[in-house]
């Protein structure tokens, strides 16, 4: 990886990874896309900020030569509970951007990373410590287009050598872009009501299970794999990567223990209820670790401390 372009580099991952990947590789050998002018604007702070519609193949394929890329993140993506409110939007964008960087990929000799997630998995999925190759068949629109991603990335790969290469990632918890329209938003935005208000109302049930991963872990394993050695590489789309499962109820006990004046409600929404009832508990992330050393560093309360003292400062 020498020349990177971050397309949907606006969002909760993309801000993070583009200074990630900066540190890396060098200031000027990330190139970072969004659609939306604001985040372009944002962007071009810290780095070389284009505006582009991943979804305008020709302006994507003229970015990727005009700036000597060879590897492709792509990040664009309507989540999973925002992707129910229009099925037909969130498949046209994800898997629009998923295909032009794939077939930009195979012209220009690209790797490609594309995030799937825990959202790739259903109701019929073994819940516990869900194993790398099981029965996938997810309940949302994101979903069926995380699986479908997986499907043709591995085709690409083994069809035409496209260097394709992805996780599977559980919410990702952060304290510099909000995620926007997921499931496992909740986590995130807990922080921020806290310290705002001292409260927090959550729309997911106070014993429901899923997987999380501190920003943090989520930047080294995008990197680290798309490092690895590619003959030690088993899998490539996708690999589950976990390093904290919890409950709602289980995190703010933890919260509780450092601010015992804070207080917590539910009024659950019965959309996101079912969709993180369809998740995974908690998954298997053991072929990640063999295959390519995957080794997360954050337990839930290491991020607990540093999310209170970040968050506390931002607001
Ligand atoms: N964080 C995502 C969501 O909740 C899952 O990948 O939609």
């Not at 583009?18 to 002018?37: F, R």
């Not at 900020?49 to 970015?63: M, P, R, W």
């Not at 997810?138 to 050598?161: A, H, M, Q």
């Not at 109820?249 to 209820?273: G, H, L, N, T, Y």
């Amino acid at each position: 990886m020498k020349r990177i372009l971050v397309v949907g580099a606006g969002g909760q991952i993309g801000t993070e990874l583009v200074p990630h990947l900066q540190k890396k590789y060098g200031e000027d050998n990330v190139i970072a896309a969004d659609l939306k002018d604001d985040m372009v604007k944002k962007l071009q702070d810290i780095c070389i900020g284009i505006k582009l519609d991943a979804l305008d193949g020709e302006a994507f394929n003229q970015a990727v030569k005009k700036y000597n890329i060879d590897s492709i993140f792509n990040l664009v993506a309507l989540l999973s509970a925002t992707g129910e409110k229009n099925p037909q939007l969130a498949w046209k964008i994800n898997m629009g951007a998923l295909i032009n960087s794939l077939e930009i990929a195979l012209e220009n000799r690209c790797a490609v990373f594309t995030p799937s997630s825990i959202g790739a998995f259903g109701t019929s999925t073994p819940h516990d410590n869900t194993p790398q190759d099981t029965v996938m068949r997810p309940n949302t629109i994101y979903g069926v287009c995380k699986v479908s991603g997986e499907l043709l990335s591995d085709y690409y790969f083994t069809r035409f050598g496209v260097d394709t290469r992805s996780v599977r990632f559980p919410g990702i918890i952060s304290n510099g872009a909000l995620p926007g329209g997921g499931t496992t938003d909740y986590a995130v935005n807990v922080f921020y009501e806290i310290l705002k208000k001292g409260h927090f109302t959550c729309e997911i049930p106070h014993d429901s299970y899923m997987d999380m991963l501190y920003m943090p872990d989520a930047l080294e394993a995008v990197t680290t794999l798309m490092e690895a050695d590619p003959s030690k590489l088993k899998h490539r789309n996708s690999f589950n990567i976990t390093s904290m499962s919890f409950t709602p109820d289980m995190m703010f006990e933890c919260i509780k223990k450092r601010m015992p004046q804070a207080s917590f409600s539910f009024e659950v929404d019965p959309v996101k209820a079912a969709i993180a009832d369809s998740w995974p508990n908690k998954m298997d992330d053991s072929c990640a670790r063999e295959e390519w050393g995957w080794n997360p560093r954050w337990d839930m309360d290491a991020m607990v401390d540093d999310m209170l003292a970040a968050i506390a400062k931002k607001i």
